[in-house]
């Protein structure tokens, strides 16, 4: 009788950690989700350069300048 206790009480405690573990992924997931969707790029610029290689060939590079990581 005092086994199968144990065995219910580790598997109640097991059981609250994984949820507790899970709840704190899920939670960090939706706030990375959140704040990736809520970047608006209102600060940002895109910076064209073209520059002519060696054969003449025509290069052009975008460069996305933001002056906010995140933007909330």
């Known amino acids: ?30 706030a990375l989700y959140f704040i990736y969707n809520s970047n608006d790029h209102i600060e940002c610029e895109i910076k064209t350069e073209v520059t002519y290689g060696s054969k003449g060939e025509k290069i052009i590079t975008d460069t996305h300048i933001c002056k906010e990581k995140f933007n909330l």
């Open 1 to 30: 009788m005092l086994q199968s206790l144990t065995h219910i009480n580790t598997t109640i405690y097991m059981n609250k950690r994984t949820l507790f573990l899970a709840a704190i992924v899920f939670t960090a997931c939706v």
